[in-house]
Every structure is written in structure tokens, then in C-alpha cells.
T-cell receptor, first 111, second 114 residues
């Protein structure tokens, strides 16, 4: 069955460094991947979408890559700040009209 | 302000007592859905609706009902709640049923079934 996985449950990083989060998919080839941010007790908030024909996409300090050979998307936050601490979710289509989400990676940026 | 609202935000109830969680969006979105989020399991879709009077099951529909009589509202009904439905519930909406559309999530409803 098709799976979307975020293998790291948690990631701790020093302030100012680049955080890199991974999203892997198996048994299917999504046409796109979305990334969301979720703060504790709140709903996810959309950050970026990258399509399979786009190698890289940027938004301010965020960068997402999509490698169809490795079946992987990487999400980077450069010059990370404590305010970037949150859980980050990747998502892609799961059949018609549905999104499936990874379980998320909890990022903690340490001052 | 464009938003998705859910009520109540917190609810403690007992097994078997019917309840409804309301969801409303003010963005004229066609697509609405309900998710539950559990530790270690992530976000899982319960039901979705592509438009008024059109609903379909998601990945975990058992024990839930929905209706979409108006475009803005998409209530989630638990006819006979059980403890395994204790969870954090999110309503979401998007402009269309195209799964590339941005999902806008509500603030969540934390439900405890005793």
C-alpha cells in the first residue's frame, strides 16, 4: 500500500543552523508534496507545495526539494530560530480528493 | 477574517451520549473534511465532502456521521461515542476538491469519551 513517512519523530537543532526534515514515500509516485506547520494544540498551517517536475522551491528561509529518484522530499529551514520550533507535516494525494499526511517531525530549535 | 471555526473546542462526555461537533468556514470553499489526530498515528481523514449534499468516507469513518446541507457547514456527529474516539479532531476546507489546493484547518476540538 502507498505510504508517506517522516522517519524522524523529533529533531533538535542549535539556533542559527539549518534544519533538514525528511519525507519519504513508497509504493506510489505522488504528483506533488505539501508541507505544513503545526503548533501544539493548533491546526496545521500550509507552508509550501512542490510538484514532481519542480526540483526545488523556496519561500523566505524555507526550501523544499523533491527527488523522484530517491522518492523523497527534504524540507530545510535556514538560519533557524526558536520560533521555528513546531511539528512539520508532509502530505500528498491519497486517491481521488484526499490528502494523506505523514506523522510529522517535531523540531526544537535550541537558543 | 477568513477562517474555519469549530465548536466546542473541548468536550468531555460519556460513552453512548450522542454529540455533534460543528465546523463552519467563511471562505466559500467547496471541499471540507474531518480529521482525527492521535499520538503515533498522525492525522487521519474521517469523512470529506466535495460540495453540498456530496460526502464520502475517508480512512477511518466507523462510528462517525456527517452532513453537508449548506456550503459553509460540515458537522461531525458521533451517534454513540466510545472511549476509542477520544482524540483531537480537526475540520479543514479548501477552495475545490483538487488535492493540490491549500487545506485550511480549524483550531481543533479535543474530545474525551469516558
Amino acid at each position: 500500500s502507498q505510504k508517506i513517512e517522516q522517519n524522524s519523530e523529533a529533531l533538535n537543532i542549535q539556533e542559527g543552523k539549518t534544519a533538514t526534515l525528511t519525507c519519504n514515500y513508497t509504493n506510489y509516485s505522488p504528483a506533488y508534496l505539501q508541507w505544513y506547520r503545526q503548533d501544539p494544540g493548533r491546526g496545521p498551517v500550509f507552508l509550501l507545495l512542490i510538484r514532481e517536475n519542480e526540483k526545488e522551491k523556496r519561500k523566505e528561509r524555507l526550501k523544499v526539494t523533491f527527488d523522484t529518484t530517491l522518492k523523497q522530499s527534504l524540507f530545510h529551514i535556514t538560519a533557524s530560530q526558536p520560533a521555528d520550533s513546531a511539528t512539520y507535516l508532509c502530505a500528498s494525494e491519497a486517491g481521488s480528493y484526499q490528502l494523506t499526511f505523514g506523522k510529522g517531525t517535531k523540531l526544537s530549535v535550541i537558543p | 477574517e477568513a477562517q474555519v471555526t469549530q465548536n466546542p473546542r473541548y468536550l468531555i462526555t460519556v460513552t453512548g451520549k450522542k454529540l455533534t461537533v460543528t465546523c463552519s468556514q467563511n471562505m466559500n470553499h467547496e471541499y471540507m473534511s474531518w480529521y482525527r489526530q492521535d499520538p503515533g498515528l498522525g492525522l487521519r481523514q474521517i469523512y470529506y465532502s466535495m460540495n453540498v449534499e456530496v460526502t464520502d468516507k475517508g480512512d477511518v469513518p466507523e462510528g462517525y456521521k456527517v452532513s453537508r446541507k449548506e456550503k459553509r457547514n460540515f458537522p461531525l456527529i458521533l451517534e454513540s461515542p466510545s472511549p476509542n474516539q477520544t482524540s483531537l479532531y480537526f475540520c479543514a476546507s479548501s477552495l475545490t476538491s483538487d488535492s493540490t489546493d491549500t487545506q485550511y484547518f480549524g483550531p481543533g476540538t479535543r474530545l474525551t469519551v469516558l
